[in-house]
Structure formats: C-alpha cells, structure tokens
C-alpha cells in the first residue's frame, strides 16, 4: 500500500473565474509504505510555486483540499479531510495563548477524549523528549518562550498524537542559525523514534538536503516536480555533516538549480 500517492494533481484557485489562479500543475509522485522505516521527503523551489499546497492536500485542509483536478491518496485511499494520522507542524509558532505547555503539548490528546492524567503524563514525556524541562517549563505559557521553544513545544503537541505522516511547512523558518541546526539534529531523532514520513518544506537548502532521504524539487508556479533527488540519510549532527565536501557538492548542485528557477521567475 502506497503512503502517499499523487496523480496528475493541479489545484486552481476560483476556477471559471477571470481571478483564477493555478498554483501547481500535473504534480505526480509516490511514497511507499514502508513499516518500521520512516521516509524523509525535502521539498525545494521558488517562493508561490505550490510547497505548502502540497503540504495542505495530504492533510485534507481547505481552502487547498480537494485538488481540482487528479488523484490525492493517503494509506491507499482517497483523502476526505484531516485525520490523526496525518500531524502538521506550522512556520508561525501555533500554541494556544491561554494555555501552559503541559496543555499545550496535551491538547491532541485532550480531544482525542484521554483521560487528563493520562494524558499530562504523556504530555511531560514529550516534553523531555523535545528537549524542554518539566520542572522549569510545563507551567510557562507561549508569551515567556523564545521561539525555538515554543516550536519544540508545537513538535511535541504534534508527534505525541503518533502520526504516521508528519507536514511541516517551513517550521524553523524563523530561527536563527544556531537553534536552526539544533531543532534538525532533534527533528532526525524524533523521526527515527516514530518511523513516521516526514515531509518537510523549506527554502533552505542545506537543511532539505541534511534532512531528506530524496529532496523533490519544484517549478516556478503552476508548481510541478522538475526533480527528484535521492541524497544521503543524516547519519551525523548536522554541524558536522554540513562541512563535508561531499554534502556541500551536492548542497551547491541544488542551490544552482534552484538559482536557475528563480532567475526564470525574475526574468518572467
């Protein structure tokens, strides 16, 4: 049974209208189920070529669920909304104001009708697990985090619920530099605990590449697939890895591909 399958899939926008707009086009692709072994899927190309629309119809969130035209299929059937097992992760920090972290984190569970010891207890598990101290943490509320915090926060309410696939679109977007590697060396021991299929957009190369298992790589918009490339799996920090020549050959391979795109989009 295929994990996520893609046939021919376009999704316009206000289609019959004179503001219709098409952002991808004949996007096509499969990810197999593979039980006890997660798959990463780094997703490149030029700003409004369609990444995050992607993202939106595995998760069978509207305005961009359904595709207008083609086939969208999850765990070998049709998507018709969002389901537990699909979690996503945003760029924009996306904790409840009005709750602690240990509510935070607990929220999945809290809808999902578990008990609330049951469910805190689990929740101060995840939060360990994210790298955030129970004792010093679980009663803070967002307001008094930095932001890598409150995004270890959102990955904690996302993966506690277990998906088997996880969406995250651009979430250490906003980090600087040093928390950026941290959150990828964490994200790739998450990853590998779950054995979940991550796929994750950004417009940062390096990290698609030390992430991903394959990196797809899109065109300018209506976005389509222009490349799938196999790359080497995270087997080292990402401090490490980042500085190999191997690594930075085929990082800059990538880079003037998506150089070339970006030109194109400039020059239209």
């Given at each position: 049974?295929?994990?996520?399958?893609?046939?021919?899939?376009?999704?316009?926008?206000?289609?019959?209208?004179?503001?219709?707009?098409?952002?991808?086009?004949?996007?096509?692709?499969?990810?197999?189920?593979?039980?006890?072994?997660?798959?990463?899927?780094?997703?490149?190309?030029?700003?409004?070529?369609?990444?995050?629309?992607?993202?939106?119809?595995?998760?069978?969130?509207?305005?961009?669920?359904?595709?207008?035209?083609?086939?969208?299929?999850?765990?070998?059937?049709?998507?018709?909304?969002?389901?537990?097992?699909?979690?996503?992760?945003?760029?924009?920090?996306?904790?409840?104001?009005?709750?602690?972290?240990?509510?935070?984190v607990?929220?999945g569970?809290?809808?999902?009708?578990?008990?609330q010891?049951?469910?805190?207890?689990?929740?101060?598990?995840?939060?360990?697990?994210?790298?955030?101290?129970?004792?010093?943490?679980?009663?803070?509320?967002?307001?008094?985090?930095?932001?890598?915090?409150?995004?270890?926060?959102?990955?904690?309410?996302?993966?506690?619920?277990?998906?088997?696939?996880?969406?995250?679109?651009?979430?250490?977007?906003?980090?600087?530099?040093?928390?950026?590697?941290?959150?990828?060396?964490?994200?790739?021991?998450?990853?590998?605990?779950?054995e979940?299929?991550?796929?994750?957009?950004?417009?940062?190369?390096?990290?698609?590449?030390?992430?991903?298992d394959?990196?797809?790589?899109?065109?300018?918009?209506?976005?389509?697939?222009?490349?799938?490339?196999?790359?080497?799996?995270?087997?080292?920090?990402?401090?490490?890895?980042?500085?190999?020549?191997?690594?930075?050959?085929?990082?800059?391979?990538?880079?003037?591909?998506?150089e070339?795109?970006?030109?194109?989009?400039?020059?239209?």
């Amino acid at each position: 049974m295929n994990l996520v399958h893609f046939a021919n899939v376009s999704k316009t926008f206000n289609a019959g209208s004179d503001r219709a707009h098409t952002v991808i086009k004949d996007v096509s692709f499969t990810v197999e189920n593979k039980p006890g072994h997660g798959e990463f899927i780094g997703i490149l190309g030029p700003s409004g070529c369609g990444k995050s629309t992607v993202l939106r119809l595995i998760a069978g969130l509207r305005p961009h669920h359904p595709a207008t035209t083609g086939v969208v299929e999850v765990l070998g059937g049709p998507v018709k909304g969002p389901g537990s097992e699909r979690g996503m992760v945003f760029q924009d920090y996306t904790s409840f104001d009005n709750r602690t972290v240990l509510e935070n984190v607990a929220f999945g569970l809290e809808c999902a009708g578990v008990a609330q010891k049951e469910r805190e207890d689990r929740a101060r598990v995840w939060i360990e697990k994210v790298g955030l101290s129970v004792r010093r943490d679980s009663d803070k509320f967002p307001h008094q985090l930095s932001g890598g915090m409150r995004q270890r926060v959102a990955i904690a309410r996302t993966l506690i619920l277990h998906p088997k696939i996880i969406l995250m679109d651009e979430p250490f977007g906003a980090l600087d530099p040093a928390t950026r590697l941290n959150m990828q060396d964490l994200l790739v021991s998450l990853w590998r605990e779950l054995e979940a299929t991550v796929f994750f957009v950004t417009h940062d190369v390096d990290e698609a590449v030390y992430l991903g298992d394959r990196v797809y790589v899109f065109s300018p918009a209506p976005g389509t697939i222009l490349h799938q490339l196999d790359v080497p799996p995270p087997d080292r920090p990402a401090r490490e890895m980042q500085r190999e020549p191997e690594f930075m050959a085929i990082s800059r391979d990538i880079s003037n591909i998506i150089e070339k795109l970006e030109t194109k989009v400039f020059d239209s």
